[in-house]
């Protein structure tokens, strides 16, 4: 069965600097990987998503990802973080269901 | 256009009661999922349709849980006898279609989901 782990619970950084949410996954075979946000009181918005194309993934709001098979990664990127980033952040793995991480609240300060 | 919407967004119920959630997806989406999310927790999968029959109700916990979507379109997810343990938040989602073969998944686009308390 596919997993995924994020190594964070919680992550906070100032606004401007960059942002590194870190995740791994276990798969059989190559994987589809998302990353998913949640903001309080919103449904999930999806990021991004690799599905065996290019390994950097450029996603909304300046995001991006890299998917990594050497190291069973998939982190998360942003060069700057904005206030309005603060949310929690899920890394999922797919088979054909959508294995969620536990998440990682993104903290922002000014 | 139009997201995923679910209703109730709160639902505060009675242990022993029976309730029900309802989710409307995008139109034309074929496929419908159901999660759970604890507390704390990341979402959790509860059962998948393809059109109108359940094509994994794998991740249901027990025969208390139940969901229809008779006309392919709306979906209601039926708990019997509610226990405290039941209390999350209940997420639906829906997507085009869904991949032949289990591989991946079309994106799937997630409802604000319905907060379920069981006192």
């Known amino acids: 069965a596919q997993s995924v782990t994020q190594l964070d619970s919680h992550v906070s950084v100032s606004e401007g600097t960059p942002v590194l949410l870190r995740c791994n996954y276990s798969?059989?075979?190559?994987?589809?990987l998302f990353w998913y946000v949640q903001h309080p009181n919103k449904g999930l918005q999806l990021l991004l998503k690799?599905?065996?194309?290019?390994?950097l993934v450029k996603g909304i709001n300046g995001f991006e990802a890299e998917f990594k098979k050497s190291e069973t990664s998939f982190h998360l990127t942003k060069p700057s973080a904005h206030m309005s980033d603060a949310a929690e952040y899920f890394c999922?793995?797919?088979?054909?269901?959508?294995?969620f991480g536990a998440g990682t609240r993104l903290t922002v300060k000014p | 256009g139009a997201g995923v919407s679910q209703t109730p967004s709160n639902k505060v119920t009675e242990k022993g009661k029976y309730v029900e959630l309802r989710c409307d997806p995008i139109?034309?989406?074929?496929?419908l999922y159901w999660y759970r999310q604890s507390l704390g927790q990341g979402p959790e999968f509860l059962i998948y349709?393809?059109?109108?029959?359940?094509?994994?109700d794998s991740g249901l916990p027990n025969d208390r849980f139940f969901a229809v979507r008779p006309e392919g379109s709306v979906s209601t997810l039926k708990i019997q006898r509610t226990e405290r343990g039941d209390s999350a938040v209940y997420l639906c989602?829906?997507?085009?279609?869904?991949?032949?073969?289990?591989?991946?998944?079309?994106?799937?686009?997630f409802g604000p989901g319905t907060r379920l308390t069981v006192l």
């Open positions: 999922v793995v797919s088979d054909g269901h959508m294995r």
């Open positions: 989602a829906s997507s085009l279609t869904r991949l032949a073969g289990g591989r991946g998944t079309d994106t799937q686009y």
């Open positions: 798969s059989s075979y190559s994987p589809s």
């Open positions: 139109s034309g989406h074929t496929a």
């Open positions: 349709f393809q059109g109108t029959g359940a094509a994994d």
């Open positions: 690799y599905t065996s194309a290019a390994t």
